[in-house]
């Protein structure tokens, strides 16, 4: 191999990875977004093991989550709308059965949450805050 097609292989890949769109680190993402997202995953987690011991602590983080949330309580009802069809979904698993937390957890990194977080960002409506400074903080560049 010569230099020039080692040399266009390099900024091939390098090109590549300018290209593509990562998604942003837990740490990048808003923190609203993220409680979003993380409510999302408490409540499909709980339909899936329903009547299970670790219920009534997913429905506590959910319900901790939607306390520090800043999101109407229409964005909290289509999401609860939304998520039973993600446990509809085939997960099979190679050992029979369906895999349910895998689908919980696809669910709240899905684009439907990004959708309908958008569709109700608490950053284009300031009296969805109590904290008028926390507002402020949160949603200001």
Not at 43 to 66: E, H, M, Q, R, W
Not at 67 to 81: H, K, V
Request: aromatic share 10%; net charge negative.
């Amino acid at each position: 191999m010569d230099i020039r097609q080692l040399t266009s292989g390099v900024l091939i890949i390098a090109l590549a990875g300018c290209t593509t769109s990562p998604t942003p680190s837990p740490q990048q993402e808003q923190p609203e977004l993220r409680m979003f997202r993380h409510y999302a995953l408490a409540i499909c987690l709980g339909a899936a093991f329903k009547d299970t011991p670790v219920t009534s602590d997913l429905n506590k983080a959910a319900n901790g989550y939607f306390e520090r949330g800043n999101m109407p309580l229409e964005a909290y009802e289509e999401l609860r709308e939304i998520s039973g069809s993600w446990l509809e979904k085939d997960y099979p698993s190679k050992h029979g059965g369906q895999v349910n937390s895998a689908k919980c957890f696809d669910f709240a990194q899905s684009l439907q949450i990004t959708t309908l977080y958008e569709k109700y960002n608490p950053c284009h409506r300031e009296d969805n805050w109590l904290d008028p400074q926390a507002f402020i903080e949160a949603c200001t560049p």
